[in-house]
């Protein structure tokens, strides 16, 4: 899966480029992006989502939580992607790259009664409602705008993506969505109201899932209540299936894109709803093995119990395995002809959930470069400025060619808005 990051005799390339030149150019902790991962990761899933005959049965509206960064969604909006959408913010970026309004689908529990008029300003394709209380507010919003909202009611259809509780999305006791057995109500209200355009259905239920069988049984949850709206008059147009589909860190084995979509797309055209316009919101299966994070070992420090490689980055440049547990691979960027130790590779923050990688068999010495892998999701999205650390570049790769798309934070900028207290 790693196309743009590959091993030539025993030195780590970022495309054409040796990702040490990268670190003497930009310095570490460094995120790089391939241009042609993220291509190649887009095109797969796009043409998956179009049959033998030529007819187009979905589109991909990338998830931009997943990684926001301007040329990246730029990048994707230039080989057609429309974008999912959690936030003003995140609205405000897809703008500033010209994404076409009708292009955005705008998610998420929490939405202020500001982001809804945001969205309803620009011209979304969709609102996605996830209760009742929201619904309200929208109608509220748009009525004083005097313009109409399109809205997906979210479903939570109670299943298990079988992936980590913080990320599974779908099960009755998560906050996401509008209760199974409260949608065809919700239905009904959002019918009666002034300013409300019921467009469409939507679900998502986790991230990280690598296993076709938790989104069939959403599916055909979901396909059930568009059969029952249709019996009461309530016809929706498209049919938003969310994201969610996992990607390989090491021994995780997802469904082939085209397997996926061909099951799940299958079984819309069986129920007889092949004329409903299919949303997908996949963010990491697009981004995340299309970067790296690029760090230096600092200090070896060997002990009774554990040796510990002590590098650079840390999680404020990568959360997810202080968060999740989360296992990314760790490799030398050079290898070396000297014998290996098992570290636990952490980082400089001074907490003990510091850490990157548990166990590690490595032959490093001081100063060495190690890649973490498969970090271009849920990576620089979540870095933080915790003990005062400068968020690091990022970099783009396009064959011989290398981009800075964010530079690295600069220390003063950190508390250049803060102010003492007068004397
Ligand atoms: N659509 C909705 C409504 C979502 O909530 C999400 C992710 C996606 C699409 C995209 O899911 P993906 O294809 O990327 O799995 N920070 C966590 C992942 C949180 C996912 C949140 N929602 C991590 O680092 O694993």
Known sequence: ELTGFTERDGIWFAEDIPLADLAKEYGTPLYIY??????????????????????????????????????????????????????????????????????LVFAGVGKSASEIAQALQAGVKCINVESIAELHQINRVATKLH???????????????????????????????????????AYREAALLSQIDVVGIDCHIGSQITSTAPYLDALDKVLELVAQLKNE????????????????????????????????????????????????????????????????????????EKNFCIVDAAMTELMRPALYEAYHSIVPVETKKIASATYDVVGPV??????????????????????????????????????????????????KNAYVIRAREKTADLFATEKVLPN
């Open 147 to 185: 313009c109409r909202a399109p809205i997906s009611l979210r479903v939570n259809p109670d299943v298990d993506a079988q992936t980590h509780p913080y990320i599974s999305t779908g099960l009755k006791g998560n906050k996401f969505g509008i209760a199974y057995h409260e949608v065809l109500t």
């Open 233 to 304: 008059g309530i016809d929706i147009h498209h049919l938003d299936l969310g994201g969610g589909l996992g990607i390989s860190y090491g021994d995780d084995n997802p469904p082939d894109i085209t397997d996926f979509t061909n099951i799940l797309l299958n079984r819309v055209a069986e129920r007889g709803f092949a004329h409903l316009d299919v949303v997908l919101e996949p963010g990491r299966s697009l981004v995340g093995n299309a970067g790296i994070l690029l760090t230096q070992v600092e200090y070896l420090k060997p002990g009774a």
């Open 34 to 103: 391939s241009k042609k991962a993220l291509t190649e990761a887009y095109q797969a899933y796009d043409k998956a989502c179009i049959d033998h005959a030529g007819k187009r049965r979905a589109r991909v509206h990338y998830a931009m939580k997943a990684n926001s960064n301007l040329a990246v969604i730029d990048c994707l909006k230039k080989l057609g992607a429309g974008f999912d959408l959690v936030s003003g913010g995140e609205l405000a970026r897809a703008l500033a790259i010209g994404a076409d309004p009708k292009s």
């Open 350 to 399: 001074c907490e003990s959930g510091d850490w990157l990688g548990r166990d590690r068999s490595l032959a490093v010495e001081e100063g060495d470069l190690l890649a973490i892998l498969s970090a271009g999701a849920y990576g620089f999205v979540m870095a933080s400025n915790y003990n005062t650390r400068p968020k690091p570049a990022e970099v783009m790769v396009d064959g």
